[in-house]
């Protein structure tokens, strides 16, 4: 099964940007519909977007605009662009793969976006 680790998280001002990557090792990473999705302090984990594997991408409304998701597959790659950060944006961000075929869902271990002044 494919296994998923997050960076680029961090403290970042208002109006500021950040990227997020999400490598992934084993299984085979072009049969997975990739997505980021990200949960508030007392929050429910809520989907950010998402990435199939011929590279349909789908956005939360209060991300469009702001976020763009891509995807490296000679990598095993997926990034997340995130513009225009707010107070709101931050979360912990988790990449989610979701195996097309079998529909088996794995997890990141998360990766903390704080947007503070």
């Known amino acids: 099964q494919v296994r998923l680790v997050e960076s680029g998280g961090g403290l970042v001002q208002p109006g500021g940007s950040l990227r997020l990557s999400c490598a992934a090792s084993?299984?085979?990473?072009?049969?997975?519909?990739m997505g980021w999705y990200r949960q508030a302090p007392g929050k429910q984990r809520e989907l950010v977007a998402t990435?199939?594997?011929?590279?349909?991408?789908n956005y939360a409304d209060f991300v469009k605009g702001r976020f763009t998701i891509s995807r490296d597959n000679s990598k095993k790659m997926v990034y997340l662009q995130m513009n225009s950060l707010t107070p709101d944006d931050t979360a912990v961000y988790y990449c989610n793969a979701r195996q097309e075929h079998t529909g088996y869902i794995t997890w990141g271990q998360g990766t903390q976006v704080t947007v503070s002044s």
């Open positions: 084993g299984g085979i990473f072009g049969l997975y519909t």
């Open positions: 990435t199939t594997s011929v590279r349909m991408t």
